[in-house]
């Protein structure tokens, strides 16, 4: 079974953003191989200081490291909610089965 772990920086950590925050338009695709240099070397560093003393057999597969961020809403925002007690639902089953009969008995006249 394979785990991955989303490794924040630290905090204060200046990164070398490839976009132009100045409003001026690349013509050209944006070159991120310095950005992707610097998380490179921040996970094999995480890497080595606090998994493999751990885990020695864990590895970073580079193909799969991304640039930008991802919200996990359901963590951040998920409020849990009771479901519903089972003679409710059972109740409005035989609500909806009830409806149907009629219907049916409507079309079949």
Not at 23 to 46: I, W
Not at 66 to 87: D, M, S, T
């Amino acid at each position: 079974m394979r785990d991955t772990e989303n490794v924040p920086f630290p905090a204060g950590t200046q990164l070398p953003l490839p976009l132009d925050f100045r409003g001026k338009k690349k013509t050209s695709k944006v070159d991120v191989t310095k950005l992707l240099s610097l998380v490179q070397d921040h996970c094999e560093d995480y890497l080595k200081s606090e998994v493999l003393p751990y885990r020695p057999d864990a590895w970073i597969d580079h193909n799969k490291i991304k640039v930008g961020y991802e919200i996990p809403f359901n963590r951040h925002f998920y409020e849990y909610e009771e479901p519903r007690p089972l003679e409710l639902i059972e109740e409005d089953i035989n609500g909806l089965e009830k409806e149907i009969l009629a219907m049916l008995k409507e079309v079949t006249k």
